[in-house]
């Protein structure tokens, strides 16, 4: 069991309101993405999350125990690899269960394998793609003990193709596995693509806008995005954004 819950969470940076009364409720197995402009304030939301900062306001709740400044509650995957350059594949996914536990080196084996990595597991980081090294850092934070996932903007570097793939692969471990997952991104596509519901986040200060749910049939295939039901939503949640963007 594991659910996240923002209530009222508020943020100023040097007096500068970034977020305002925030409120978003992630339950038990779900993905929820949360989409909004650059610059709109979601790595600080996740910041907040993993404790690297305190809200002004509000409460963080990790299954219904509060965790506001709390580090380590959550698993958190960054926008750019943060892979260590001196330690291999192996050693770098074993890196999140070892601060905790004693890492099991065969699950790590086995993840590693279903994301196409096993001929790599001695390999270092800089010997990899763009698009292996966030499959890495995807498997690390799969492996590391806690067992809610925020993943922030994890394709974004990666061209259009490489990102499909990428985005087909989590969906396959995301659906055997099942965890919670807040996933950040300003992609509209990539959000119907993989969650079960978005939250639309509004101009500065931001603030939780719009909700859709997204009830495409899991497990989703590729053929989903071509439908008219996908692009009625895409079209929805662009003239949300849109008009965000125009207050
Ligand atoms: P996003 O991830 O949506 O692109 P961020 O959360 O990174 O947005 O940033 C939201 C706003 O907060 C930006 O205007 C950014 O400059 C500001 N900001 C983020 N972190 C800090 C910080 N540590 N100090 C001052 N301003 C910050
Ligand atoms: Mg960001």
């Not at 500068?16 to 992630?26: E, G, H």
Request: proline letters at 5%; aromatic letters at 8%.
């Amino acid at each position: 069991m594991t659910t996240l819950e923002l209530v009222n969470i508020s943020k100023k940076f040097q007096s500068q309101p970034v977020l305002t009364d925030v409120n978003l409720k992630v339950g038990n197995g779900e993905f929820v993405s949360l989409l909004g402009p650059s610059g709109s304030g979601k790595s600080t939301i996740f910041h907040l999350i993993g404790g690297l900062y305190l809200p002004d306001q509000g409460s963080i709740r990790l299954d219904d125990q509060e965790i506001n400044g709390q580090k380590g509650s959550i698993s958190y995957m960054p926008q750019t690899s943060s892979l260590f350059p001196w330690r291999t594949v192996l050693e770098n996914v074993m890196l999140g269960a070892e601060l905790h536990q004693k890492p099991d080196k065969q699950r790590a084996q086995e993840m590693l394998q279903r994301a196409g990595l096993h001929a790599y597991s001695e390999a270092y980081p800089h010997e990899l793609s763009g698009g292996m090294r966030q499959r890495v850092a995807f498997v690390r934070s799969m492996l590391s003990p806690q067992s809610f996932l925020c993943l922030d903007e994890p394709f974004s570097a990666l061209d259009e193709f490489t990102r499909l793939d990428m985005q087909k692969w989590l969906l396959s471990i995301w659906e055997e596995e099942r965890p919670s997952v807040l996933f950040v991104t300003h992609n509209i596509e990539e959000a119907i693509f993989l969650s079960d519901r978005i939250l639309v986040l509004g101009a500065k200060p931001a603030q939780v806008k719009a909700e859709f749910t997204v009830d495409f049939a899991r497990p989703r295939k590729e053929e989903v995005m071509l439908t008219t039901g996908f692009l009625q939503l895409k079209k929805d949640i662009y003239q949300t954004l849109r008009g965000e963007l125009d207050d």
